[in-house]
Structure formats: C-alpha cells, structure tokens
C-alpha cells in the first residue's frame, strides 16, 4: 500500500503550530472514517529533515485526494518512494477566491485560520452535505467580524452570521466590500433594517457575489434569531463559544451570560435553524465550559453528539480549547 508524507502548514500562533500535528491525525481519522474509501493506517506524527509531517499508509483515490486537499493544515502531500524520496502529490482545495480573503483582515482576538477550517471540517463531514459538490449554507450564529464566513466563501459555500455587536458587523461589511472592489468580482452589496410588527429586529448587510454566492450579516442577538431567519435556513452551524463570561451575549439589555447560560438560551433556536440531517459543531474553553455540559444542552434539544477523537488543545494559560459536533 503506497505511503505518504503529509506536510503541515506553518502557523503564525506558535502554540497552535505545536498541537497542529496532533490535531491533523486526529481530523485524518475523521476524513477516513467518513468520506475516503478506506481509512488510512499507521498514521503517526514523524519528524524529517528536522519538519513536522503526519504519515500514513492508503490507497487514495483522485476522490480521496479531493477530500485530502481541504485539511485545515495540509501544506503539501507526498507519496514516499523508496527510504527516502518524496514526490509531490497534486492537490485541489476547495478555493472559490484567492486565500488573502482569510488572510488579509488582522484584529484582535481573531480565531486562528487553520482552526476556524477545521471545525467547519468536522461539522461538515457530521452532516448530510458533500463538502465538494453539495450546495452548502454554513451559519455562524456567533460570527464576530466573520472567519467562518470567509472560509465558507472559500469553499464555495452561502454564509450566514449573527453578531450583537454593530461595530463588527459594519467592519467585516466594510472589509468584504473593500475586498470585491479590489479583485473586481461583480457583486452586491447593502444593509437594510428589519422589521417585524413595525418594530426593528436586526440590521441585514447582505452580498450577492458573481450571482453564485451570498453572505449575509445580521446585527442581532443570536437568541432572537427566528424573527429574521426562517427554520431549518443552515446545513450546518457553527460557532466559536465565547472564552469567558466577560465575553457573553446579552439580551434586551441584560447582564453579561456566561458561556453555558448563552448556550441553554441559545440551542433551541439554534436547533431550529438547523436543517435535518444537518451539524452543529462548536469550540469552547473547557476552564468555563464543561464539554460535558455542553455535550448535555445539545442532546436536551434533540441533537445527537458525534463521537470524535481528541481535538482539544491550549490556547493559552487561561483557554483549553475543546469541540463538540452534534447531529439533527
């Protein structure tokens, strides 16, 4: 069986490239276990020439590499020939725009990149949808100034996000528009109110691009998301739980919600606009968040949690970083 060498990606967050290679056999399996024809073998972390690889042992076919090629930290493939001769594996991500997209916005806070892929990774190979050729609608119901939106755009995907806080909201608007004008990709773009009851809900930013993908943007609690999106509107959802209490949402002008108070509150609509057969994956901080908890809010709103290998890892002193999938 031909063995490969599986070239991790460099990442900016040194503490992320150190459980990168751990975390890459991990979603390997995950790959395996769902989507390739046959699970690889032998997968183990190796060393060579002093770089970090994962290798492993299958007999991949151009589907398998299809699927391969969308790893959040796959930099390169390669078959080993020999004791010591690599040859280089084509590969085709999934890359409707130019990778800048994820790249250029730079802000505190922000999720890591390579993260951000593979929860949506996961959540997507939990679900019903084809990651290579199903027509996905990916919602991030805690979309700060939209990672998650960015990558799905990258995959081809229509993007929803609900964020309460307006100044994110007009920047990520503010950076998407920038971004479409410099590349000169025809598209559409504006904001406009909400209303139910003659009442405001939300404010919408709202982008049609090259007539083949949308993104919206709403300026809202996530709590009170059924009043501008209809039920079952996402194939998949997710979100990147807040790290602490500091960091909760708020509703009609309450006090700030710790993370396990914002997910009892927020689940059940949640549920809602999950479609069936649809996924739901989220990261938490296991310091404020129990997985288990967790795990419990989601079976309490009639999702079955899927049992993964090990993804979680430090972020810093304060942040063990931990995810959960559930199914509809």
């Not at 590499?65 to 390669?78: E, K, P, T, V």
Request: include cysteine; charged fraction near 25%.
């Amino acid at each position: 069986m031909p063995r490969y060498a599986l070239l991790i990606a460099p990442s900016a967050n040194r503490v992320y490239a150190d459980a990168a290679p751990r975390l890459t056999v991990a979603e390997l399996s995950i790959f395996g276990a769902s989507v390739l024809s046959s699970p690889p073998v032998g997968v183990a972390e190796q060393r060579l020439g002093g770089v970090p690889y994962v290798m492993f042992e299958a007999g991949l076919s151009d589907a398998d590499l299809g699927y391969l090629s969308n790893l959040s930290s796959i930099y390169a493939l390669f078959e080993v020939v020999g004791e010591d001769l690599l040859r280089p594996v084509p590969l085709s991500p999934l890359a409707s725009f130019d990778d800048d997209l994820i790249t250029i916005p730079k802000y505190a806070g922000k999720t890591n990149e390579q993260f951000t892929r593979l929860l949506l990774n996961v959540t997507l190979l939990a679900g019903r949808c084809d990651m290579l050729t199903g027509r996905v609608t990916v919602l991030d119901p805690l979309a700060g100034r939209g990672t998650t939106l960015n990558q799905a755009l990258m995959y081809g995907y229509h993007a929803i996000g609900i964020e309460r806080d307006g100044k994110e909201v007009d920047a990520y608007a503010a950076f998407l528009r920038t971004y479409l004008r410099r590349k000169r990709l025809k598209h559409r773009a504006e904001v406009h109110p909400v209303r139910r009851a003659k009442r405001l809900v939300a404010r919408r930013f709202e982008a049609t691009v090259e007539e083949r993908q949308t993104v919206t943007m709403c300026h809202a609690d996530t709590v009170d998301a059924r009043q501008f999106l209809r039920a079952r509107c996402a194939d998949v959802i997710v979100a990147d739980l807040p790290y602490g209490v500091a960091h909760g949402s708020h509703a009609g002008g309450a006090r700030s919600r710790g993370p396990l108070d914002l997910l009892r509150a927020a689940v059940p609509v949640w549920a809602e606009l999950l479609a069936d057969g649809g996924a739901l994956g989220m990261s938490c901080n296991t310091h404020v968040l129990n997985r288990d908890d967790a795990a419990k809010v989601l079976t309490d709103n009639g999702l079955s949690v899927v049992e993964y290998p090990d993804l979680s890892h430090r972020v810093d002193q304060a942040i063990l970083r931990d995810v959960v999938v559930a199914r509809k």
